[in-house]
């Protein structure tokens, strides 16, 4: 194909550097074992545009790029183009108005200390790395997001090019269908996004950070704490818990004497330190009789490996131990289950399932959002993604050597076939959808959809963009 000069740089399939723009772009090492005919990488919109059209023209299907951290490589897909957006990546700040219009490829470590130093906030992801267009469509799980909501529901507008050449704003009140359809069905999503117009908060005052580390064995009484405490602790505490190998970041590997611990963090964004200090006082010093919140024990005493009290953070910071978390190069499997019980109900299998796992370095994230309010945090049906319940698993498989692939896919099975029964949905951005497509369902409500598939059709009816990423051939 061809594109305007000037208007975007194009790789071929035989081309020189045609593998680099492929995979260099992809976070993941592990090869999808796919290629597209041609990847494209506009300089603008309207070569966006061009490249949309000429597509449809010669027959060829679609995918997109952002910032390439889909674990699943959902934009590298067999046949085709790949438009990658990496030249998007403009931050444009409007303090006055409280918002700021990005390219979908900036991210959230280029974004964060922007905003840090006008004194504006945005549930900016956990990790920094990812292009804030493909996190904010698959609903943006960011900082603070029981209490700010999912990033996705702080879009105020977005500039989208259409299946059928044409670039045009959605919003609330302006193409409101695809609006909808944006927020959430991530790389099933039929159009490009080009811009996205952010809504912006306040800074907060206090950004505070405290955590624990426990042996694993103590994964029963650290989970009752939690589930204890949460009642009482505010929307803006976010709590989340750890279950981590002896690869982990700040291990000491084969050496270490707890190979298997449970980390607990718990972040506050509050107006002023005795607000944060009043918000995390739920939690006191931990899951022990004499703890400063006088929480129950579940049983017996619990072994603090080390606690961090409250400490001041900065927005910009935030990313920083998550991405360490996240080594690039690595390869990586990942899914995802809600569950409707807590998190002491949820977590009974994981102590033994974090024993069998064959690589150190993996870990699985857990949390209640909201503190055990999730399931009544979003508003039914005000956007695609809709899907949440009390408690959230995100399973993280992290390893180097190819070849130990068969045996960390064997471990994520495992920890599926385990967790699965009592599974109530998955989180789109992170689920296991290459493996199993099924799971694409499993994270809408049912009468969304209902609504994703129909509005699909009609924004892209002759199927120019791939949708879904469905099973993959045997990898590379």
Avoid at 17 to 28: K, Q, R, S
Avoid at 311 to 319: D, G, K, M, Y
């Amino acid at each position: 194909m061809s594109t305007p000069p000037g208007s975007a740089i194009i790789t071929h399939l035989h081309d020189e550097g045609f593998e680099a723009a492929v995979l260099e772009g992809a976070f993941n090492a592990v090869d999808p074992g796919v290629r597209p005919d041609a990847v494209v990488r506009p300089r603008t919109e309207a070569g966006v545009v061009a490249a949309v059209r000429q597509a449809a023209a010669a027959g060829q299907r679609i995918a997109v790029r952002s910032g390439g951290h889909s674990w699943v490589a959902s934009s590298v897909r067999d046949g085709g183009i790949l438009i990658d957006l990496g030249e998007l990546d403009g931050i444009r700040l409007h303090p006055e108005s409280m918002t700021a219009v990005v390219g979908p490829a900036a991210r959230g470590a280029q974004i964060s200390p922007l905003l840090e130093a006008a004194g504006l906030a945005f549930p900016v992801g956990h990790c920094g790395d990812p292009g804030i267009g493909g996190f904010l469509l698959g609903g943006g799980l960011g900082v603070n997001w029981g209490g700010w909501k999912p990033s996705a529901f702080s879009i105020r507008s977005l500039r989208i090019v259409t299946a059928d050449g044409e670039a045009l704003t959605a919003s609330a009140t302006e193409n409101p269908d695809l609006f909808w359809l944006a927020r959430g069905s991530g790389p099933g999503f039929a159009g490009i996004v080009t811009s996205i117009e952010l809504e912006l908060r306040p800074l907060p005052g206090a950004i505070q950070v405290t955590t624990w580390r426990f042996p694993i064995d103590d994964l029963p009484t650290v989970s009752a704490w939690i589930v204890a405490a949460s009642p009482r602790l505010p929307a803006n505490v976010e709590v989340s818990l750890v279950t981590a190998g002896s690869q982990r970041p700040g291990g000491l590997g084969d050496d270490d004497p707890h190979p298997l611990v449970v980390g607990v963090a718990a972040t506050v964004f509050a107006a002023d330190e005795d607000e944060a200090r009043a918000a995390l006082a739920p939690l006191g010093d931990g899951p022990s009789a004499t703890s400063g919140g006088a929480l129950p024990r579940a049983s017996g005493a619990v072994t603090v490996l080390d606690h961090l009290p409250p400490t001041f953070a900065r927005l910009s910071e935030l990313h920083v131990p998550v991405d360490a978390t996240y080594p690039r190069g690595a390869r990586y499997l990942a899914d995802t289950f809600w569950f409707a019980g807590d998190l002491a109900e949820a977590t009974k299998p994981l102590a033994a399932l974090m024993r069998t796992a064959p690589s150190g370095r993996s870990y699985v994230l857990s949390g209640m959002p909201a503190n055990g309010a999730g399931a009544q945090l979003l508003i039914p049906g005000e956007a695609a993604y809709g899907m949440h319940d009390t408690t959230l698993f995100i399973v993280y498989v992290v390893w180097d050597d190819p070849a130990d692939d068969a045996a960390n896919r064997a471990w994520l099975d495992e920890v599926a076939e385990a967790l699965l029964p009592t599974s109530t949905g998955h989180f789109l951005s992170e689920a296991d959808i290459r493996a199993h497509p099924e799971r694409v369902q499993g994270c809408f409500r049912a009468v969304d959809w209902s609504r994703i598939q129909q509005l699909t059709h009609r924004y892209d009816p002759a199927g120019l963009f791939h949708g879904f990423p469905t099973a993959r051939p045997p990898e590379r």
